[in-house]
């Protein structure tokens, strides 16, 4: 055998077991599964339909978010997700179980055991029925294009982030009376099918009520408003009561109208007031 030929057939067995090797590590080497996170996993077991499996999710959500403070807004933000995919109306366990959801929620932001100091909440486009988070304490709400059926109740509540609610629809009596918005409120074009009970609110930020629709009672009693309010547009079918309420800021009435009477007895406005082209049905109580 020639030299050459010698070499050739050394370099072939050579490039052979490189394809062979090359082969076999090309076989091996797909994708490594990658197991869910705990959460994750929980995630997944608050969206079946079985309800053993609900409520196991639901324990070691409860865990998983007392076992670091870091996992805290994690967890509320699966739960919030977990209330925005349930079906409307969905099937009677779907219903009971959003009750189970919204109370779990309501547990955290409500002082005492169990309670998870500044957390937020994103229940935009959600369903929400006898929605309450009374008494409770955190940071940011919102609330956009939510449908709250039944009474909605915010009442004694602190909200240090802003509160938002545009175009929101409240399908009977909303309820904020006594409560602190730091960061101001904001329901412009929501519906209020009910009353609207803002008695003795504290808001420190901007309040934009542009465009709201109440059917009922509109109470803001003795509120506090620290900023700018944004009152135009605004249609009060019922009694509208801002009876010693105190404006600090620029307010304005601009295009809204008081179908009901309006009673605005010993309001003080330190800022600027507009009511051009508002309407009024009844004669204005403003002593």
Known sequence: MSLLSRWLTA???????????WARRRRTSGPVPVSPSPLQDIRARLLTAESDVRLGGLRDWVEYGESRVENRQPALDVLC??????????????????SVLQASLAARLRPGPGFWLGSDVDLRHTTLVDFDLSECRLRAARFDGTRFLGDARFDQSTFLGAFQARGAFFGRHVLLTRSVFARGLGLHG???CGNGELSHIHV????????????????????RFGSELDCSRVRFAGRAVFRRAWFAGASSFAGAWFRGREDFVDAVFGGESSFENTRFGHRVHAD
């Not at 420190?204 to 509120?223: E, I, M, Q, Y």
């Open 204 to 223: 420190a930020g901007p309040a934009v009520l542009r465009g709201v629709r109440f059917s009922g009672r509109a109470d803001f009693t003795c509120s």
């Open 81 to 98: 997700e977990a209330l925005r995919e349930l079906p409307w109306p969905g099937t009677e366990a779907d219903q009971r179980w959003r």
């Open 190 to 192: 929501s519906t209020v």
């Open 11 to 21: 370099t072939s067995g050579v490039l052979t077991v490189a394809v062979v090797t």
